[in-house]
């Protein structure tokens, strides 16, 4: 049905669509299907397939007369360490009047290993709402509360009058934990919010015994000082609540809402036996660099970036166990690739040098992405702007662009220049709460000061959002995300067509892309690095 759909679709397009003078649509797709190939095995990160991705891509670069722009040649070592959850000898249980009641894993609560887990801890149990402390508008909720030695109940989401950028961005991983720590917690436990869960309970536990990772190395350590993190099935949380003369109903009702959350102690202590295993991975980020023509503006870089790496092999879903990541993100990767050859073959002069970069670990936490923007194989004040390209979803047929990032930096308005030229509107990102701004490649630049944006396919009609929405139930880590989808060519020719013009205007333009004044990310653009 969707296929037939899609197929009509294309057919209107072939007349409606932009005129793409430099993409022909069918180099991005082929490139897909050899990433999305089942040889790659999804690419997992320090996978042999994730490697011979990586080696397709050299070798393409090389053809190309790409520089390579690495630490070793195209490659950039990173270095990463896995934790792994056994369950079997683990344990979490609640303790209420000295009664100690045994958790079931999996069905009421799972450990997180995204943070450090202690082997044993026993810790009184604080309710803090949101658990967010936003000092630019004068909330806290942790004010008032004694969390000293104890465990920090979090119920996720945030009030409705805080910004989304600012709620997406002290719930990242890293300022979520500072505020705890800072407050005196030691661990948290975290109940995901029913009205805004992506997944499951059930798909969200599918994943507990999967090996998280990080980067290896004291400077990415983002959780010092955690001894128990725990994420709480919400059917389950009235277990928490009890005597507290509250119930989990009232609380989700209010959050549903983004009302202010009532915060108190509550009546119960957690218990945890936690034991892990960790392994070192190894992986590589690409690097390639076409040099400027201008004698000065040539030492500053556009970065262009898209994670290679997906999630390999997992669970079978309709008797397919690999998880191939075409949309998700051959799609980016093979962007690139198309971007290099015609700036290559381009006789438009490009003042500034362009480096491409294919990170890997995206799927784990950003990690690919955060080791290269700490410590990049170009003089780190030598980038000037990111085009992050991550899963853009040409699938509809391309009349708007969603742009996260857009009221960020004047790289909003020459996008909107770009795609006007080309018969397209921009909009801002229209679902906040889903924090995609902080969520993909380009929040590490922004983290180190560059002015950053991803642009994806947006839509414009009703059976458009619902193709998207379909494609998000049903496909988004799925293997079903693979060669075997409907795509619109003419989409991705047009998307190319616009990251093309807008890295041209980025790499020409004299004047280096700037944060807008009121924008919050603006303060990373300050010293430090
Ligand atoms: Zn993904």
């Known amino acids: 049905m969707l296929r037939t759909l899609l197929g009509l679709s294309l057919t ?100 997180s290993t995204r943070y450090t887990l202690a082997p044993k801890v026993e810790a009184p149990l604080v309710f803090v709402g949101y658990g967010l402390n936003i000092p630019e508008q004068g909330y806290d909720d942790l004010a008032g509360l004694d969390l000293d030695g104890k465990i920090a109940v979090v119920f996720t989401g945030s009030p409705a009058d805080i910004p989304s950028a600012l709620s997406a961005h002290y719930q990242s991983r890293a300022e979520r934990w ?28 599918l994943n507990r015994d999967l090996p998280s990772m990080d980067l290896v190395g004291a400077e990415f350590d983002e959780t010092a000082g955690s001894r128990l993190v725990v994420i709480f099935n919400p059917a389950y949380a009235d277990l928490l609540f009890e005597g507290t003369g509250h119930t989990f109903a009232e609380i989700a009702a209010l959050g549903k809402e983004r009302k202010a959350l009532p915060r108190f102690p509550l009546g119960v ?17 690409v690097v390639g660099r076409i040099p400027g023509r201008d004698p000065k503006l040539k030492r500053e870089y556009v970065v262009l970036s898209a994670h290679i790496d997906h999630v390999g092999v997992g669970a079978p879903i309709n ?73 853009f979803l040409p699938i509809i047929p391309l009349k708007a662009l969603t742009v996260y990032g857009l009221a960020e930096s004047d790289l909003g308005d ?73 795509v619109d060519i003419a989409t991705a020719a047009a998307y190319e067509e616009v990251i093309r013009a807008l890295t041209l205007n980025v790499a020409n333009d004299p004047a280096r892309p700037a944060w807008k004044q009121d924008s919050f990310f603006r303060r990373y653009a300050g010293g430090g690095s």
């Not at 218990?271 to 992986?283: E, G, K, L, Q």
């Open 319 to 391: 008797g397919d166990r690999i998880y191939n990541g075409a949309m998700d993100n051959g799609s980016g990767s093979a962007l690139l690739l198309d971007v290099a050859r015609s700036l290559k073959h381009s006789r438009e002069p490009v003042k500034r040098s362009v480096l491409f970069v294919w990170v890997t670990a995206e799927e784990k936490g950003l990690l690919g992405s955060k080791y290269f923007a700490a410590h990049p194989t170009v003089a780190p004040k030598s980038m000037i702007a990111d085009i992050n390209t991550d899963m």
């Open 178 to 205: 500072k505020v705890l720590k800072a407050a005196g917690a030691i661990g948290m436990i975290s109940i995901p919010n029913p009205a805004s869960m992506e997944m499951s309970w059930s798909r969200m536990a």
């Open 269 to 285: 202590s957690i218990s945890a036996v936690a034991h892990t295993s960790s392994r070192a991975v190894n992986s590589t980020n």
């Open 414 to 486: 020459r996008i909107a220049r770009v795609a006007a030229d080309q018969g397209l509107r921009v909009q801002p990102d229209p679902a906040p709460l889903h924090n995609v701004f902080i969520r993909s490649d380009q929040y590490n630049f922004i983290r180190h000061g560059i002015p950053s944006v991803m642009i994806d396919v947006a839509p414009t009609d009703a059976a458009d959002e619902q193709t998207l929405k379909d494609w998000r139930a049903n496909r988004y880590h799925a293997p079903s995300d693979d060669a075997n989808q409907p």
């Open 12 to 111: 209107v397009m072939a007349c409606a669509a932009p005129a793409a003078a430099n993409f022909d649509g069918q180099s991005w797709w082929s490139n897909v299907k050899i990433f999305a190939d089942d040889k790659f095995e999804g690419r997992e990160t320090g996978s042999t397939g994730e490697r011979q991705a990586q080696a397709y891509i050299v070798r393409q670069l090389k053809a190309l007369g790409v520089e390579p722009a690495g630490s070793d040649g195209y490659y950039q070592r990173v270095k990463l360490r896995t934790t792994e959850i056994q369950e079997a000898s683990s344990s979490l249980a609640l303790i209420r009047d000295g009664q100690s009641q045994p958790l079931d894993l999996g069905e009421q609560a799972y450990f």
